[in-house]
């Protein structure tokens, strides 16, 4: 089946990063600045997520990053199922080719769509899960805590299990200016 986002979009944005990352981070979909370099979270949400890695001691190279839909949706509205459906099969093969030990879900979207849990993600978040027998932290999504910046300081507890889960150590300080 054809996707109707191939119609509109600029660029497929497959997703980027090491393929042995030990940790993955999936999103929704790309947004404008992604549709015109095909490159996964570069805009405004994707400097976060970028800063939320670096305080993490990894930087983008040591991670995988990867979207629910590879096509950007009109306007970022959300994906309709049927758009997720073609392309989840995509996202599938990058988690078994990658068999990361650790992945983040970045949002309702992302969480929603792995876990088919309808349960909120202010709910979800900061509890591990199992995806598929990969340990999975639902998080929120970078773009709400440009919204919501309150919300950072559950972000970082978030990351602070995944990081215990895989065995990199705290920084001694907090990260500031989050
Ligand atoms: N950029 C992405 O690549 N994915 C998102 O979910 C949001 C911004
Ligand atoms: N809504 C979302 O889509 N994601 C969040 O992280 C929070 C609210």
Redesign the pocket.
């Known amino acids: 089946m054809e996707c109707p986002l191939s119609r509109t979009r600029k660029r497929v944005?497959f997703g980027e990063g090491n393929p042995r990352a030990a940790l993955m981070f999936i999103?929704?979909?790309?947004?404008a600045v992604?549709d015109e370099t095909g490159r996964?979270?570069v805009?405004p949400?994707?400097e976060l997520l970028t800063r939320i890695i670096g305080a993490m001691g990894l930087s983008r190279q040591d991670v995988y990053i990867a979207?629910i839909v590879k096509c950007r949706p009109p306007g970022n509205r959300d994906p309709h199922p049927d758009e997720v459906a073609a392309c989840i099969g995509y996202l599938h093969a990058q988690i078994h080719g990658i068999r990361p030990k650790v992945i983040v879900g970045?949002?309702r979207v992302a969480t929603r769509t792995l876990l088919q849990d309808e349960t909120p993600i202010s709910r979800l978040r900061g509890i591990f899960r199992d995806y598929q027998g990969i340990t999975m932290m639902p998080t929120y999504?970078p773009?709400y805590l440009l919204q919501n910046p309150s919300k950072k300081r559950d972000v970082w507890e978030d990351i602070k299990k995944v990081m215990d889960v895989l065995g990199i150590p705290l920084p001694p300080s907090e990260p500031s200016g989050r």
């Not at 999103?27 to 947004?31: A, K, Q, R, W």
């Open positions: 944005v999103g929704e979909g790309p947004g992604e996964p979270f805009g949400a994707g979207n970045l949002g999504h773009s």
